[in-house]
């Protein structure tokens, strides 16, 4: 299926090879067919009854061939849960192991890239497991930050862009199906960006991926959306995806450019994704169960108070109480209690955001209708640069 066309910007949380196979190993379970999480146990009341916790049903996740068990063989009994799922009801995005390879770790640890017949045949499992497991993927990308890490192998930002020109080169000349493909774009400044831009902006693409600074700051963010759009290259274009952020701030803004977007592009989706509920869940034995709006017995309750509140002072963002819920809804749902926003976790702080998004609005919908779109953003290129 596609990705559901929402009201504000789809979060995706970045499922791990440990809990896939956990999952999948939990047979008592009936977890195949319409959700990528657990249905959660009964509590028991102190007369002694059960009463079900309320479902979070999240059937939109990403998963990486950096960490899959590309195995045709093994694959499909240990990760059932991904290639038996229900295709009509569940969302798959993948990526095609960027991240790892930029990390020099999972399967793409040790890829000699220099070596045509060792990279094609990295390149060729894991072109095959996404044919067969996603609904859209990212191209296979090597991040210019690749070359800050050891265990890489890439020595330079040329280098990182050459190996990703190669990967598209062979997905394309020997896939089997007609994937959609997102493109990633990488960058440490405009320039950067731009140049990246140009070189892959030829391959077949269903959607753009925006990774390193190009993610981080808002300024490169929209110079290169812009860009793009001036290129006539979002026609069409039914993904805008933000690589490894899951930030409340993040998801509000994207929420609003999403909805800036689609005054042009109707069918336009924009997603974010990150491993944090995993990280949470891992590293702090922490998760969400339950929320109540008028207990606010949690950081997860000020979450969803946050966002009603911040529709009630931004009439001009357009965030009506269910727009709010339901965003709030999908970030706890895929985060921790104590984790899913940095500037909500208190209400002085809450407050302290409004503003900031307000501006951040103002700006984007200011270059968005300005023929001098460079010189608005030029013009705020301080605020941008600091607002996530």
Same mark, same amino acid.
């Given at each position: 299926?596609?990705?559901?066309? *929402? ?53 939109? !996740? ?22 038996? +799922?229900?295709? %009509? ?33 990295? +390149? ?26 050891? %265990?890489?192998?890439? *020595? ?33 400044? +405009? ?37 793009? +759009? ?16 899951? %930030? !409340? ?69 357009? *965030? ?10 999908? *970030? ?57």
């Amino acid at each position: 299926m596609k990705a559901p066309k *929402l009201r504000f910007a789809l979060p995706l949380p970045a499922l791990t090879s440990a809990y896939v196979r956990a999952i999948n190993g939990a047979t008592h379970l009936n977890l195949l067919g319409d959700q990528f999480a657990p249905p959660l146990e009964a509590e028991e009341e102190e007369d002694g009854s059960l009463v079900a916790p309320p479902p979070i049903n999240h059937p939109y !996740a990403l998963y990486s061939a950096g960490v899959a068990d590309l195995n045709p063989q093994t694959g499909p009994t240990r990760e059932s849960i991904i290639h038996d +799922r229900n295709r %009509k009801k569940t969302f798959l995005m993948t990526d095609s192991g960027g991240f790892q390879a930029a990390k020099g770790t999972g399967n793409l640890k040790n890829v000699n890239w220099q070596h045509t017949a060792q990279a094609n045949q990295k +390149r060729e499992e894991i072109l095959r497991w996404i044919e067969k497991v996603a609904d859209v993927s990212m191209n296979l990308d090597i991040p210019i930050w690749a070359v800050s890490q050891p %265990k890489s192998g890439f *020595l330079s930002k040329k280098d990182c862009l050459i190996t990703t020109i190669q990967n598209w080169d062979y997905f394309v000349h020997n896939q089997k199906k007609k994937t959609k493909w997102i493109n990633s774009l990488h960058g440490e400044n +405009r320039n950067e960006g731009e140049q990246w831009y140009d070189a892959v902006k030829g391959y077949p693409t269903t959607g753009w991926a925006f990774g390193s600074q190009l993610k981080f700051n808002l300024f490169y963010t929209l110079w290169m959306l812009l860009h793009i +759009r001036d290129d006539g290259r979002l026609k069409g274009i039914e993904y805008l995806h933000f690589l490894g952020t899951l %930030k !409340a701030n993040a998801a509000l803004f994207y929420t609003q450019l999403q909805r800036v977007l689609r005054t042009d592009y109707p069918d336009v989706r924009v997603t974010l994704d990150a491993a944090n509920p995993f990280v949470q869940a891992s590293v702090w034995g922490k998760y969400l169960f339950d929320y109540d709006i008028k207990k606010k017995t949690s950081n997860g309750d000020y979450i969803r108070y946050a966002m009603i509140h911040l529709s009630k002072k931004l009439p001009k963002a357009q *965030l009506t109480d269910k727009v709010a819920n339901n965003l709030a809804r999908e *970030l706890m749902s895929i985060k921790g209690v104590n984790s899913c926003v940095q500037v909500t976790r208190a209400r002085k702080r809450m407050a302290q955001h409004y503003p900031k998004l307000a501006k951040a609005t103002d700006i984007l919908e200011d270059a968005w209708t300005s023929p001098s779109w460079q010189r608005v953003l030029l013009n705020n290129r301080a605020f941008l640069e600091s607002y996530l």
